[in-house]
T-cell receptor, first 111, second 111 residues
């Protein structure tokens, strides 16, 4: 079955710097790659996603890239702000169900 | 607009006791999920239901049973709770796009 690995587990950046989180997946049939943000004590919520027919997608300060050949995808956050501090999860799924998550990255943005 | 509602929010059980976590969604989604979240391990899929009347095992199904009662409701049952089942449980439902909507979570402690 699908396996998703996520790095790093913890990331600390200075406000205004960029943050990059990387994930790899194992199932070449996976075609949907969402990213979720979970604030402390809250539920995970989708922040951006990408499909296998797209190499890059951007939404304001966040962007996601996908390399299907290498089975890598990454989340990039630019101009980080304290409110970006949270746990971020990558995930992979085939056809939209049985979504498998990475272990999460705890991002700290220092003011 | 309730989205995904799960109950209870908190529960303390003794080893060997049974309980059912209830989940309901009002978004007319076909697919529903149960995940558990443990520190450093992300969200692990317990069971999912791609449509009313079907259920399938996820990554960590042992010790759990599920029922897809109708399109709206998907319950998770622990027949004989064990300390290893202490966790935060999230129910989710899925849009056609693949985006998951989660409930607020149920924090379960097994003594």
């Amino acid at each position: 079955g699908e396996n998703v690995e996520q790095h790093p587990s913890t990331l600390s950046v200075q406000e205004g710097d960029s943050a990059v989180i990387k994930c790899t997946y194992s199932d070449s049939a996976s075609n949907y790659f969402p990213w979720y943000k979970q604030e402390l004590g809250k539920r995970p919520q989708l922040i951006i996603d990408i499909r296998s027919n797209v190499g890059e997608k951007k939404d304001q300060r966040i962007a996601v890239t996908l390399n299907k050949t290498a089975k890598h995808f990454s989340l990039h956050i630019t101009e980080t702000q304290p409110e970006d501090s949270a746990v971020y999860f990558c995930a992979a799924s085939t056809g939209g169900f049985k979504t498998i998550f990475g272990a999460g990255t705890r991002l700290f943005v220092k003011a | 607009n309730a989205g995904v509602t799960q109950t209870p929010k908190f529960q303390v059980l003794k080893t060997g006791q049974s309980m059912t976590l209830q989940c309901a969604q009002d978004m007319n989604h076909n697919s529903m999920y149960w995940y558990r979240q443990d520190p450093g391990m992300g969200l692990r899929l317990i069971y999912y239901s791609a449509s009313e009347g079907t259920t399938d095992k996820g990554e960590v199904p042992n010790g759990y049973n599920v029922s897809r009662l109708n399109k709206r409701e998907f319950s998770l049952r622990l027949e004989s709770a064990a300390p290893s089942q202490t966790s935060v449980y999230f129910c989710g439902s899925e849009r056609e796009s693949g985006e998951l909507f989660f409930g607020e979570g149920s924090r379960l402690t097994v003594l």
